[in-house]
């Protein structure tokens, strides 16, 4: 396989990759729920600044619909939902910490603390 | 620090990451340019399917701006412009590596070869 023939391979793989992970928000409810293991809708909501509820539906589904988590509702009173990783979506852990690790690296760099 | 204030602080920190990397064609930009260690923008417009002339330069002077590539432009006949990742753009690697792999198992996953 020449190397152009390779770099492509990757590149498409990376598309591939950001096509599951699209958006401004998905990788920010990841690592939401990756963190807590567990969390309620509301939870998410207040862990990822800025999205709005219809919006944080809507994300939410299309990671449903891509098996990275699953929603589990509780017979409680009120009724509790709550989303946890599949083993699949638990794959994205490593990716979750290196974007956690360069961020806290980039705010260093741009605040100088 | 209690675990709360840890995962606020890690989610907060992908926030950062993916506020700099975010949109659907950044990271396949930059993976164009990791791959080839130096691309030019119709490399670049190649590599990345679907994306208009308009969206690349919108996204490669971001980029810039954000100091993760560098844009270089070559004294020939016709001139000749090409991007490479900055040091610091190449802390990146990492992360566009683990996405291709993931990418990877993820193309697997869905067509079973």
Redesign the interface.
């Known amino acids: 396989m020449t190397d152009d023939v390779c ?2 391979k ?9 096509d ?1 992970l ?3 928000w998905k ?2 409810i990841i ?2 729920i990756c ?2 293991n567990k969390r309620r809708f509301s939870d998410i909501l207040n ?3 800025g999205i709005s509820n219809k919006m944080l539906s809507k994300e939410l589904k299309e990671l449903e619909v891509n098996k990275l988590i699953v929603r589990t509702v509780l017979d409680t009173q009120p009724v509790t939902v709550h989303y946890n990783l599949t083993e ?1 979506g638990l ?2 852990k ?3 910490n ?10 260093k ?1 741009i605040t100088g603390k």
């Open positions: 770099h492509k990757e590149i498409m793989a990376v598309h591939d990759a950001m599951v699209n958006g401004k990788i920010s690592s939401s963190y807590y862990d990822v600044n699949y794959t994205l490593g990716i979750i290196n974007l956690a690790d360069w961020g806290k690296k980039h705010r760099m």
